[in-house]
T-cell receptor, first 113, second 114 residues
């Protein structure tokens, strides 16, 4: 069964460092997303991406965040200068079309020290 | 703005007990509703979804949910749980004017005792 894959599964970084989280969505999917879940809190929407551009973003997704689909297969989330409060599980997701099922990856746990 | 509430944070049941997990949302317009499950150490998986039509929706693994528009609710049910249903369950809503964004509830952690 096709699946969304994410790397790394866990990353520990120092505050102020740049982090790139990588995702390989399912190959025929067209809509891509990042969500995050701070420990003990809700899963929160960060950003959606379609047709090589951001289609929506939340208030969380400030100038420190960026997304890219550099090569037609990877979908990356970059945090330019990490803060302690960026520590969370980051989930990538993708779907075929506007009404399709959203498939999630297993998540990347980011710990900022 | 849309929001989703799951009132039960932790539920402990014995095998064969019936399950009902509450989900309420706040949005007055048309919504699409989802239940996701996250088994220990795994990713979020879709259990079932409601877009339109019959408000009683059947999903995988014997789960069902009923959309009651007047109560803004989409409760998840299963008549007889199994130990393998131990997981965290998330209700999620997409309002039609919210584009592709899903708003999740806080999750309910279910433990089924063998």
């Amino acid at each position: 069964e096709p699946e969304v894959t994410q790397t790394p599964s866990h990353q520990v970084t120092q505050m102020g460092q740049e982090v790139i989280l990588r995702c390989v969505p399912i190959s025929n999917h067209l809509y891509f997303y990042w969500y995050r879940q701070i420990l003990g809190q809700k899963v929160e929407f960060l950003v959606s991406f379609y047709n090589n551009e951001i289609s929506e973003k939340s208030e969380i997704f400030d100038d420190q965040f960026s997304v890219e689909r550099p090569d037609g297969s990877n979908f990356t989330l970059k945090i330019r200068s990490t803060k302690l409060e960026d520590s969370a599980m980051y989930f990538c997701a993708s779907k075929t079309d506007h009404t399709g099922e959203l498939f999630f990856g297993e998540g990347s746990r980011l710990t900022v020290l | 703005a849309q929001s989703v509430s799951q009132h039960n944070h932790h539920v402990i049941l014995s095998e064969a007990a019936s399950l009902e997990l509450g989900c309420n949302y706040s949005y007055g317009g048309t919504v699409n509703l989802f239940w996701y499950v996250q088994y220990p150490g795994q990713h979020l998986q879709l259990l079932l979804k409601y877009f339109s039509g019959d408000p009683l929706v059947k999903g995988i693994k014997g789960f069902e949910a009923e959309f009651i528009k007047s109560k803004f609710s989409f409760n998840l049910r299963k008549p007889s749980v199994q130990w393998s249903d131990t997981a965290e369950y998330f209700c999620a809503v997409n309002a039609n004017n919210a584009g592709n964004m899903l708003t999740f509830g806080g999750g309910t952690r279910l433990m089924v005792k063998p």
